[in-house]
C-alpha cells in the first residue's frame, strides 16, 4: 500500500482502498477503517462519514462516474468521507470523478453545487463521527437483492456486521433529524459546517 503524508495527515492511494460499485457505505466503512487506523497517533484529526438522501431517496451529484453525460448522477443515497486536519479539510468520494481526496470547497462547487428549484429534490446530509459509524454500522445486504438476484455484485468479503448483527443501513440513510447517528444539516448549513 502506498500512503502519503500531508501535514501529518497519512492518506491512502485511491488505488489502494477497497471498492466495490454500488456499495457506496461500505467503499466508505472500509475507507474510514483505514484512516483511521493509519491515522491513530494523529493528533487533532476529525473524521466523518457523511449520507446525502431525502425523503424521497432522490439526491442529485455531480462528477460521478457512473454518470454518462456530463457527470450529473441521481442516488437513493450517497456516502463520502470528510477528514478535517490543521487547516485542510477534505473529501473522499469513491465515485467521483474529482481529485481523492479534493478538498471541501472544491469538492462543494463541482460536485455539491446549487440545489435544484423542485422542492422534492432538496438534498440532506448526516453527519456521523467516522469511530461510531465503524462500530454500529450493519449490513446484510438484502436491499441489493430483488427477485432473488444481485442487482449489482457484492464485495468479495462478507457482510459488515456489527455486534448485534442486525441490518440497520435504513437508519443511517433516514433523515429523520431525531435519528440516533448524528445531526441532519440542509445544504447551507452542511457548508457552513466544514467550509
Known amino acids: 500500500m502506498s500512503l502519503e503524508e500531508s ?3 497519512v492518506i491512502p492511494q485511491k488505488s489502494d482502498c477497497m471498492y466495490t460499485a454500488c456499495y457506496c457505505e461500505e467503499n466508505i466503512w472500509q475507507l474510514a477503517k483505514l484512516i483511521l487506523e493509519i491515522n491513530k497517533s494523529t493528533p487533532n484529526m476529525k473524521c466523518y462519514v457523511i449520507f446525502v438522501s431525502n425523503y424521497n431517496k432522490c439526491v442529485h451529484l455531480w462528477n460521478q ?3 454518462h453525460s456530463e457527470g450529473l448522477m441521481f442516488w437513493d443515497y450517497h456516502v463520502f468521507l470528510i477528514v478535517q486536519h490543521l487547516d485542510k479539510t477534505l473529501v473522499f468520494d ?3 470523478r474529482l481529485p481523492f481526496p479534493v478538498p471541501f470547497a472544491q469538492y462543494a462547487k463541482e460536485a455539491i453545487r446549487e440545489e435544484f428549484k423542485e422542492s ?3 438534498r440532506y446530509f448526516k453527519v456521523i463521527d467516522a469511530d461510531v459509524y ?3 454500522f450493519s449490513s446484510d445486504r438484502n436491499h441489493m437483492i430483488e427477485h432473488d438476484r444481485w442487482m449489482s455484485p457484492p464485495p468479495p468479503y462478507p457482510p459488515i456486521l456489527n455486534e448485534e448483527k442486525v441490518h440497520n443501513l435504513d437508519n443511517f440513510i433516514s433523515m ?3 435519528n440516533e447517528f448524528g445531526p441532519v444539516l440542509n445544504l447551507e448549513e452542511f457548508k457552513a459546517r466544514f467550509s
Open 134 to 136: 465503524v462500530a454500529r
Open 65 to 67: 462516474n457512473s454518470s
Open 94 to 96: 469513491m465515485d467521483t
Open 176 to 178: 429523520d433529524p431525531s
Open 7 to 9: 501535514s501529518g495527515l
Open 120 to 122: 422534492h429534490s432538496k
